[in-house]
């Protein structure tokens, strides 16, 4: 395991990145050195926790691993995250994808929110960076919607059902939480469609990711193309 930085080290890059020898002053930068560090290590340990969850891996077997119990284990990784979502960052159009989501899931005949819905919902969103990629790749909604017929049958439109607003099941939930997870692994301020595209994949079991394979994308293709699309946009400023 490639070892991190000891403590020398951190001390030295500290009083590096003060520039001064005032002690408050450096105090003030290790303050927020530990604190990113901190939010860093629990987003990378968060993201392999739910790639074992998405393995099918229970929550006994990852609160072994992790030496906690396994109500420590799922209130940290399971019930806490969502409530620290910060809205302001997501896009209008990831938003909108979102919102589009209840319409899809309705029209379906459903009464709740699945990741099925909101990778449909993403062609509300033709402009989009993730709708751009779909199309790149050759998916198209036609085979996506056909795709997710497949996989789960859609229901009768009913009355009873609201327009919008309809609840999320945990998966999807957990997926929205993972794309502004995404988006802080890039080093990204702000939660794009390609960001909620890629968070698909933290459940291969869920009917999105299991499409988005089927038709071809796989993890890495839809990471690559993220990449290359990021850079040609940066290019282009």
Known sequence: MTPGP?????????????????????????????????????????????????????????????????????????DSWPAKLDLNRFTPRTLAVVKAASEVARDRGQGFVETEHLLLALFTEPYSLAT??????????????????????????LESIPAEGLPMTPRASHVIGHAAEEAFLLGHNYVGTEHLLLAFY?????????????????????????????EELTKGK
């Open 132 to 157: 751009k990629l779909l199309e790149n790749a050759d998916i198209t909604e036609t085979e996506v919607v056909a795709s997710v017929d497949l996989a789960v049958e859609p229901a009768v439109p």
């Open 6 to 78: 000891d403590l020398q080290q951190l001390i030295d890059t500290i009083r590096t990145d003060t520039g001064s020898d005032d002690e408050l002053a450096q105090l003030a930068v290790a303050a927020g050195t530990i604190s990113d560090l901190t939010a860093t290590s629990d987003a990378a340990l968060g993201y392999f926790v739910d790639r074992a969850r998405g393995a099918g891996k229970s929550w006994v077997e990852i609160s072994s691993v992790l030496g906690v119990s396994k109500q420590a284990a799922h209130k940290r990784f399971n």
């Open 202 to 230: 933290h459940y291969p079991s869920g009917v999105a990711a299991k499409v988005l394979n089927q038709l071809g994308l796989t993890e890495e293709e839809a990471r690559d193309g993220v990449r290359a699309a990021l």
